[in-house]
């Protein structure tokens, strides 16, 4: 009797295996090139609010990312060291395990181990990932939740609608982590026909942390005042960033497709991108929904991501890059059904790697940190710093407020200044009623960082 049990552990150890081949070898590739502390490549520099944030219990920057929020506040809790550095591992964690679940949603939908783990590890090494998996930023959470709504669309429950539940709830949690993954829901309700009332009860109930965000006290704080509803859906709703949202001028809209195509195609490579293409082809001509699906998912947030007046918009698209990875999979499994062995598509994650290790590896980046250094060496104590970029707002507050450095300082952001519950958070912290700026000044040694980092103080 016990060799049939035996027998049995040893299959369910054998189709586990490539999908924790798949996720432990990007998690090695991962941590080989992570960042060892605050960084700004990569467009990190909002990692050392992230990571004050998740130090002091307050709110990031709108719309608040709230279960990043609360997965890294557990983890800076929990674990001891450099908080930057520890949620640097924990962006590199969710990402690894989003692949290791690609993978197995991809046996799921029938594609053999070669191609699953293919397509799977050129998701974990395609520029955008890997470049996020190795900062502190919120995306490589959201593409986890992302990757767990697809794995369990796949799943399948006695009672479907368990599943359509699960899936709605992980994509829930996904949009709790960035708002544009909500685009998503049009591939997996057009996917696959669900019990829409199991579906949007799973999101509602995934949305739920957003309503929490008035407990990430204590009040006042720099980005909001979320004790009323008012306050509460101008920080939810991002109304400080609306201005840049379709705020691309119609000139800039040839120039900025074109980038965003060039960017696209570095993904997953040229070679990738015509596989890509093939599988789109392939899937259409099997199931038209399913095709129509990855394209209606991938319209909206595209339009957004391109419209979006700022350099980095790039990075709203990360979460569905495994939509381009599954065509990508389709792709490979036609050239396979030609007589191409399939073990061959595994050089497409390699030839990633080789392309874009130097350009991505941070392991010996320490700009921030010798940027600090030098800065805090140089302010005079009690001094008022007057600031003018997201970069070294964050990386002194990641100083003063998240490790304990200079805490004599007062750290003012100009461009916030007119910002009124960014200068109730300031006057809350000096005991002073209405602070006017020039009357701070006379009262400490005023230093001003210029846009480029450069340092005057009297």
């Known amino acids: 009797m016990p060799a049939p049990t035996k027998m049995h552990g040893l299959s369910v150890l054998a189709r586990l295996l490539p999908f924790f081949c798949s996720g432990t070898l990007a998690l090695v590739v991962y941590v080989s090139t992570m960042a060892p502390s605050l960084v700004w490549a990569h467009m990190g520099s909002d990692g050392g609010n992230l990571v004050t944030s998740a130090v002091t219990g307050r709110v990031s920057h709108p719309p608040g990312s709230p279960v990043y929020h609360l997965l890294a506040r557990a983890s800076v809790l929990l674990l001891s060291g450099d908080p930057a550095r520890l949620l640097n591992v924990f962006s590199a ?5 989003a692949v290791a679940l690609f993978a197995a949603a991809l046996r799921r939908r029938g594609y053999a181990w070669p191609i699953a783990s293919s397509a799977a590890l050129t998701l974990a090494f395609a520029p955008w990932v890997w470049s996020q998996a190795v900062i502190t930023e919120v995306y490589t959470t959201g593409l986890f939740f992302a990757v767990l709504a697809l794995y369990l669309a796949e799943v399948r429950f006695r009672k479907r609608w368990v599943g359509d ?7 829930g949690l996904a949009v709790s982590v960035h708002l544009t993954i909500g685009s998503l829901a049009l591939f997996l309700w057009i996917d696959r026909k669900v019990a829409w009332r199991a579906a949007l009860s799973g999101l509602a109930l995934g949305l739920v942390p957003y309503l929490l965000l008035p407990l990430f006290g204590p009040w006042p704080q720099p980005w909001g005042d ?5 306050g509460w859906w101008e920080f939810v709703s991002a109304r400080m960033y609306w201005g840049n949202a379709f705020g691309l001028p119609w000139a800039s809209w040839p120039h900025r497709l074109l980038a965003w195509l060039v960017l696209l195609t570095r993904q997953f490579t040229s070679v990738g991108m015509a596989l890509a293409l093939a599988g789109l082809v392939t899937l259409w001509r099997q199931s038209r929904w399913r095709a129509v699906a990855v ?4 319209l909206p947030v595209t339009f957004y991501a391109v419209g979006y007046n700022s350099a980095d918009s790039w990075v709203y698209l990360l979460a569905f890059l495994p939509l381009l990875a599954l065509i990508l999979a389709e792709g490979l499994r036609w050239i396979s059904e030609r007589g191409i062995p399939s073990w061959l598509a595994l050089g497409l994650p390699l030839v990633l790697v080789l392309l874009n290790w130097a350009s991505i590896d941070l392991h010996d980046d320490r700009e921030a940190g010798m940027w600090l250094e030098r800065t805090l060496s140089q302010v005079p104590a009690n001094a008022l710093v007057l600031t003018h970029a997201d970069r070294h707002t964050f990386a002194l507050w990641y100083a003063t407020d998240a490790v304990g450095m200079r805490q004599d300082l007062l750290v003012i952001d100009a461009r916030l200044w007119g910002y009124e519950p960014y200068v109730g958070s300031i006057a809350a912290r000096i005991g002073v009623d209405n602070p006017e700026l020039e009357e701070l000044g006379r009262e400490r040694p005023v230093c001003e960082i210029r846009q480029e980092g450069e340092l005057i103080c009297p």
Do not use: H, K
Not at 165 to 171: E, K, P, Q, V
Not at 226 to 230: C, F, G, I, K, W
């Open 226 to 230: 979320l004790r009323s509803v008012s």
């Open 295 to 298: 394209v209606a998912a991938w």
């Open 93 to 97: 964690v969710m990402a690894a395990a």
């Open 165 to 171: 539940g699960l899936s709605g709830l992980a994509l």
